[in-house]
């Protein structure tokens, strides 16, 4: 057995980042994940960078093959009568379709639920639009990064010195949104296999976003005002914070959780007085006087070199790690030592590192099968081997641009 | 017919942050029985805030409130023998069992695979830490902040032209969330193998991995051309941008593809800007936006927010606003969808929180109970269940 979705298929009608990203993980698990694109509007990822050698191209792209490793490619006009009922046909054969239109399109496209069910009566299906299939803004247009701002996570990531809301540095809304749907979809399988009963589950990226907010909401009950934007600073530890350190724009970050820990870094600074120093004896004299505690740490982080401090302070038992940057993830000695990357031959890029599975699992290994399909690499594979269509019925749909 | 999707699925959680609560979660969230195993001292969660006006209170935590609805909560020290014994107990009758301690500190309280395999074969053991399980860095200390720089995350998080700030968490503890939710999801999946394989495995998790796993596009940077991540991320297109309106609110104003580009500079009475050579397609946008941007700034400083978000959006173009906390609990939309719901808590009182991440059409998402107080279940679990005697935990210190 491969993975623990071995023999479950997956008709992906998803595009972009959130949809892709949970039919990964089903891809990851072992199922056979179909994702059906099309040359009329190809997915916004394939002309995104980066791109090979900075080489345009719709199988060049980077973005795009992070995020659909392991999954087969076909072509197929689905705003086509004849593409739709393909289409039909596919699931009709999968455990799972995914989708993540706009709110309503895949009804007004006559694949929604309510058509799929009748094509596959145990059918799984996942909606997973920006604000959910019903309510006044369920109609509203959104991509993963205005999920960040939507969500209240910018209003409540910041700097002190800045009156500004942040935009986190990525489209946060997207893979948290396609996680969280990737774990529903298999509890819904679960479901299905113990009572032969299959469903429909709408998700709202806004509200799977929210949902990881949890603490901003609390705070907001209880006390009737949102936290305030706080830097990297936290209220139950101190220090806590990322420090400049020697060379270009280097950095390091250092979080003490005890008082056993504020000793150790202390004695690794060379200055345990620090410990007995009123303004930093307890945590709530550091909390007071952060400003000063933060100066005196960063005075000693800014000649150093940001992994030489992180070995002296983990060597004591002091949290403290670089920032990473692309370059330093993809040379981690732990990320390598763990075989987190993947790397598979791909029709038109070769062989490139690409970030793998976060879980290992020791019975039911989960593998990248392949590299992510060029455009309508597996259209031989879907609509002659699984579809049983003849390479005349093939050509003659290529021709008149259904299989496209 | 089981009218919730995971009923039945008995799973015991124990652990030290917010990763191995927020798993068990959602799962108790669909209908699986969560028996949250915690310390006599409490979860280290109900130490940390928000609490009602900022005063601690291990019953008043937002944080482990939070993430503990729907768990029958027990008290047992994990680092004692007699507490081992009967965490094995819970765990005969147990579907899966998830936490987050670190290597040395699962060690010390029995919670390695090796120890529990062999007598659970059919048990799914997930094991939430910062880097995994091996490798050079397994047994590095680290906090959210410190998978979030580990993983490659905080890098990305600042306001460009500020180089000065330092690189930024994300609010609300997200490492844990990410590896949080990765923990359910593969629990989720190797109990779903288990229908056909009928044996139980481990599942070894790295938050470090689960940050790194979801960069967007930037890590493809290195290996596709060579470019280290600047800082505050890639912005390859543009506008992907802050502006503020009239009203002081903040406008995230947002256009992937061309049409909604069109569509904007139309709004704004500006046409020509798609005869613009600086502004052709969005690739080129990104790369004049220090030029481009001052015009839109005026124009948007110009807008009420609420009317630009509404008047945008009907013609489909994907603005959104920054949302207060406020704007959130008064939305209407959110509000005709029943996604905030009220929980009543023992000490806390009623809390309006966050409800359904998504909606089953069949088996409903729902709260039924609220977090558990500290040792609330010892007698219906230990004592009813496994016929503990409770009083003599209590005079040895294991409740």
């Known amino acids: 057995m491969a993975g623990p979705l071995d023999g479950i298929r997956v008709a992906d009608f998803t595009w972009v980042w959130a949809g892709p990203t949970s039919t990964l993980q089903l891809a990851h698990m072992g199922a056979e994940v179909i994702r059906m694109e099309s040359m009329r509007r190809p997915c916004v990822l394939r002309m995104l960078p980066p791109w090979l050698d900075g080489q345009i191209g719709l199988n060049r792209s980077g973005y795009f093959n992070q995020y659909n490793q392991g999954k087969r490619g076909i072509t197929l006009n689905i705003s086509s009568p004849e593409g739709r009922d393909i289409a039909k046909k596919l699931v009709a054969i999968s455990d799972v379709a995914a989708e993540n239109f706009a709110g309503g399109i895949s009804d007004r496209l ?7 069910s009748k094509v596959k009566s145990d059918l799984v299906m996942i909606s997973m639009s920006g604000y959910g299939q019903t309510g006044p803004e369920s109609g509203y247009v959104s991509y993963g ?10 209003q409540l990531t910041g700097y002190r010195e800045l009156d500004q809301p942040m935009h986190v540095g990525m489209s946060y809304g997207d893979p948290n949104a396609g996680l969280h749907a990737a774990f529903a979809v298999i509890a819904a399988l679960f479901h299905r296999e113990k009572t032969g009963e299959g469903q429909y589950i709408d998700m709202s990226q806004w509200e799977s976003t929210m949902a990881v907010m949890g603490d901003g909401f609390m705070e907001y009950a209880m006390n009737g005002s949102p936290p305030p934007r706080n830097g990297n600073r936290v209220d ?45 004896a307890t945590l709530a004299d550091r909390k007071a006087n952060e400003d000063a505690l933060e100066a005196l740490i960063m005075e000693w982080t800014i000649p150093r070199d940001p992994f030489e401090i992180t ?21 981690d000695p732990q990320l390598n030592a763990r075989d987190f990357f993947v790397e598979k031959e791909h029709l038109e890029v070769g062989v490139r590192k690409h970030p793998g599975i976060p879980w290992k699992m020791s019975d039911t290994p989960c593998e990248v099968q392949r590299a992510a399909p060029v455009m309508g690499q597996d259209n031989d594979y879907v609509f002659g081997e699984l579809l049983g269509m003849s390479s005349k019925q093939i050509a003659d749909l290529v021709e008149r641009q259904v299989i496209f | 017919m089981a009218n919730r999707a995971l009923e039945g699925l008995t799973i015991v959680e124990c652990g030290a942050t917010g990763a191995a609560s927020y798993a068990s979660k959602l799962m108790a969230d669909l209908g699986a029985e969560v028996i949250k195993v915690e310390p006599p001292e409490g979860d280290p969660q109900r130490a940390l805030g928000p609490f009602p006006g900022g005063d601690p209170h291990p019953e008043k935590s937002g944080a482990f409130l939070y993430r503990n609805c729907n768990k029958l909560g027990v008290t047992l020290d994990l680092t004692s023998n007699s507490g081992q014994a009967i965490l094995r107990k819970l765990l005969k009758d147990a579907d899966a069992l998830i936490h987050d301690f670190p290597p040395t500190d699962a060690a010390a309280r029995g919670l390695t695979y090796d120890a529990i395999g062999g007598d659970f074969p059919n048990l799914v053991m997930t094991s939430i830490t910062p880097f995994g399980q091996d490798g050079p860095y397994r047994d590095y200390k680290a906090y959210d902040l410190t998978t979030l720089s580990a993983g490659g995350w905080a890098w990305l998080n600042g306001w460009p032209g500020h180089p000065e700030l330092p690189p930024l968490r994300a609010f609300g503890r997200q490492a844990e969330y990410q590896s949080g939710v990765n923990g359910a999801l593969a629990t989720m999946g190797a109990l779903f193998g288990r229908l056909k394989t009928e044996r139980g495995q ?14 967007e596009m930037t890590f493809a940077f290195w290996p596709y051309m060579e470019t280290p991540t600047a800082r505050w991320g890639q912005r390859p297109i543009q506008p992907v941008d802050f502006f503020q309106c009239k009203d002081g609110a903040w406008m995230f104003v947002l256009c992937v593809e061309e049409h909604q580009w069109t569509s904007l500079v139309e709004m704004m009475g500006t046409p020509e800007w798609t005869t613009w050579e600086v502004a052709a397609n969005r690739l080129v946008r990104a790369s004049n936006w220090d030029a481009l941007r001052p015009f839109m700034e005026e124009w948007v400083a110009e807008q009420d927010s609420a009317d630009l978000y509404r008047l945008a959006q009907e013609k ?48 409903p998402w729902e709260i039924r109970s609220p977090a558990p107080t500290l040792g609330q279940h010892n007698q219906a679990v230990l004592s009813e269940r496994l016929g503990e005697d409770l009083s003599s935990l209590k005079e040895a210190g294991v409740i």
Not at chain 1, 236 to 252: A, I, K, N, Q, Y
Not at chain 1, 311 to 331: I, S, Y
């Open chain 1, 311 to 331: 070995k002296t302070l983990q060597a004591v038992g002091v949290a403290a790690f670089p920032p990473l940057v692309n370059r330093e993830l993809a040379d």
């Open chain 1, 145 to 154: 990064p205005a999920q960040v701002p939507l969500s209240g996570m910018s």
């Open chain 1, 236 to 280: 139950e530890m101190s220090p806590h914070g990322v420090f400049l350190c020697e060379g270009d724009d280097r950095w390091v970050s250092i979080a003490c959780g005890s008082e056993e820990e504020w000793g150790a870094l202390c004695n690794a600074m060379e200055r345990p007085e620090l410990t007995t120093d009123p303004r930093f």
């Open chain 2, 202 to 215: 481990h599942i070894d998790i790295s938050a470090q991995e689960c940050i790194t796993a979801i960069l």
């Open chain 2, 316 to 363: 489909r173009i994907p603005l959104a606003p920054a949302s207060t906390i406020s704007d959130l609990v008064n939305s209407e939309h959110l509000k005709e969808r029943g996604f905030f719901l009220e929980v009543t808590y023992p000490e806390a009182g009623a809390i309006k929180q966050p409800g359904a991440p998504y909606q089953f059409q069949s088996t």
């Open chain 1, 110 to 116: 006559g694949l929604g639920y309510k058509d799929l």
